[in-house]
């Protein structure tokens, strides 16, 4: 089998995530690095122990003709034109979530993709946490009979520990001219995108949304979510314990996740930190519970995200978070700030 | 100390649960029952092996000049005019949630109440169910820090022991004209009376809640309270295992309670039933977390309010949910539906 050959832009905070999953696999090769601070990609090959190309121009990155695919880990207001770029380029794609800004420039990544072979998804590490999967698959088993509640809760602490974003990261995510929101924008993907992973398509929208003054913590909100065609409903509530030390190898945030159906109730107790004393994935039938020690390492799910794109390159099979899924998670992410800026609740088409 | 004479009138399911507090009281003393049908009200005095008056008409059953008190366990319909009437008679009145239908039914009450000298509050067992006792000491001595978010989880399951409701309870709480609501209506006040008790007046309500054939069932629905002049919400979920067994001595639903604050979170795991292996109260502070292993009997909380009207007749001193409180969360039980029904956000005044 060729080995796939594989380029990344953007070597901040994230790329310590989305990287490893490409360096362990034997599939793929990193062949090349690209950041607008040469010494910053230098610094990750060398963190790496790889000796890839480095770049620091987006277009001369894009049109080397051995590279096979492409994970973008730039800003979001960078998305789109990176993707279309990319594809016009005839690279595979995988892109860390948002997939972009407006759904105007959805629509123009859709279209490029129409005219081309390429693979693409949005990277979205949280379908393959480990405890989120076998969540998956005991609800596919009928483990809790039909689900008919979601609920995730995230949960902002403080962590010593915890990774340092690059200095000029928030200035990008503070500015309402390249984001279109602040924490339920970037990182509400990953509960939206779970919630749909788990339940189903949305249609109804309704959020209060805080808006603090640093812009992108948005605690305390709280969102309800209609489940298209069925009965069931999703809440998420985003909270902060600014003042509490959060155990966590990554970021200084925690999320818990309830999903009861007719015959019991899974939680998932943690993802990104570690911040309950009990068992990652419990399941509760009335009478009976069972609880399972799994791999529960946040990184596990990147790096089942690498291993799925390589995958889905190397079989031409499918693959989670596509455009079409992608899209209506950026409706949801733009309908909950209209929820809560009209006051009303937003049908999604 | 003078022994309070008090006189209950209603004696169905929910009786089981108010009277003990008020029988093992050596400070009254129960001396009449009224009920529509007198074997059910002579039944209850062989259960509770007591020899009291017993009235089929309520106007003769309050005229009794000995009675100080009375805890009305009837239908909500009847609320408004037994506690008017009680009032007159110059009876100290308790009433079961909710407080009446209408807020011009509150507002009848509150007129009367102001020409009164009686006490008068509505009967919230949940204010008084020892681990959201101790919940509330914890957060008023800054265990958490300052709350941002509650959380309060209801479920309905199946129970063989279950109690049984009387043949015509559903009857008229289906009457779309004698109840203003169904399981939100009904069992949603104590998660509204709760969450304002623990958090402060609300002043935002968003809700989707569902309505299914039974007209009590109402879930799935959920709901989102912004808490006034605070940083602060309160979602509210009702799901439903109905193919699930729930361990419960009374009714088969149960309730979990998330309060986090800035410094931690405070969990209750159990309320009406008995659904989780975990300690009935739990605190995480981060690196740190305490479980307390208290009371946890859904019947303490009655009897905790029984002795707390009691209480407040001997030493002439205030009670919880008096009528202010109870018209607000009246308030916000009709704004849950309001808001559902229009689609918008709706603001309590």
């Not at 998305?79 to 123009?108: F, G, M, R, W, Y």
């Not at 919630?195 to 949304?209: T, Y």
């Not at 945030?253 to 068992?279: A, K, Q, Y």
């Not at 399972?292 to 596990?300: A, H, N, R, T």
Request: charged share 25%.
């Amino acid at each position: 089998m060729k080995k796939i050959k594989v380029g990344i832009v953007g070597c901040g905070a994230i790329s310590q995530l989305n990287v490893p999953g490409y360096l362990e696999n034997s599939n793929c090769e990193i062949i090349s690095l690209c950041d607008t601070q040469h010494t910053r990609a230098e610094s990750r090959s060398q963190q790496w122990g790889i000796s890839p190309n480095i770049y620091t121009n987006f277009d001369e990155f894009i049109s080397d003709k051995e590279m096979d695919a492409i994970e973008i880990l730039t800003p979001t207001f960078l998305h789109s034109e990176q993707i279309v770029k990319s594809l016009n380029q005839n690279k595979h794609v995988s892109c860390q979530k948002p997939l972009c800004t407006t759904l105007d420039e959805a629509e123009k990544i859709k279209t490029t993709l129409n005219e081309s072979k390429s693979k693409f998804r949005i990277t979205e590490n949280y379908l393959y946490y480990p405890p989120i999967i076998k969540a998956k698959q005991l609800i596919d088993s009928g483990a809790i009979g039909e689900p008919n509640m979601i609920r995730i809760r995230h949960l902002r602490g403080k962590s010593s520990n915890s990774y340092r974003l690059e200095d000029d990261t928030n200035v990008w995510r503070r500015d309402s001219n390249k984001n279109p929101g602040g924490g339920l924008y970037d990182g509400g993907w990953h509960h939206y995108a779970t919630a749909v992973h788990l339940a189903g398509e949305i249609s109804k929208i309704s959020a209060f949304v805080s808006k603090n003054e640093d812009f992108i913590d948005e605690t305390p909100s709280s969102t309800i979510f209609e489940v298209k065609n069925k009965k069931c409903l999703v809440s998420i509530d985003y909270a902060s314990s600014p003042e509490m030390y959060l155990r966590s190898k990554y970021y200084s945030v925690d999320e818990f996740f309830e999903i009861i159906g007719s015959e019991g109730t899974i939680w998932i107790t943690r993802c990104t930190g570690e911040m309950l004393d009990l068992p990652p994935l419990m399941i509760f039938n009335g009478d009976k519970s069972t609880h399972y020690q799994i791999d529960s390492d946040w990184i596990s799910g990147f790096k089942g995200a690498a291993h799925a794109f390589i995958e889905s390159i190397n079989n031409d099979s499918p693959i989670d978070m596509n455009i079409d899924f992608s899209t209506h998670v950026l409706k949801i992410a733009l309908g909950v700030y209209e929820s809560s800026n009209t006051l009303k609740t937003v049908t999604i088409s």
